[in-house]
């Protein structure tokens, strides 16, 4: 059997496409809750570190000031970090009961 032109592209590009799986993730696998903008993921960048350490470490006008960006920003910021930290807890929580 002849293969079909997407196979022959693959193959002459040296692409293997792995077959689907129905493996279950498991919690270190799973993405992360706290969804990144473009402006945190610029500024673990700049800083070398996660958004995570910086943003929790000082008061608002502090960690506004140190990093060039508004403080209503932060305290978004920080609150998104909570509600995903919440979010990791209760998934763990109910992993134990297997769902």
């Known amino acids: 059997m ?20 129905r493996k279950p993730l498991t919690h270190d696998d799973a993405p992360s809750l706290l969804h ?5 993921k610029w500024i673990e960048i ?9 943003i929790s470490s000082g008061t ?12 209503t920003t932060i305290s978004k910021w920080r609150k998104q970090l909570t509600l995903a930290k919440l979010a990791e ?4 929580f109910w992993a134990q009961f297997g769902e």
């Open 60 to 71: 608002l006008s502090e960690v506004s000031k140190r990093l060039s960006i508004d403080r």
């Open 46 to 54: 700049k800083h070398a570190k996660p958004i995570e350490d910086l």
């Open 36 to 40: 990144k903008t473009h402006a945190m």
């Open 2 to 21: 002849p293969k079909s032109i997407k196979q022959r592209i693959l193959d002459s590009r040296g692409i293997v496409l792995e077959k689907h799986t």
């Open 89 to 92: 807890e209760d998934r763990r």
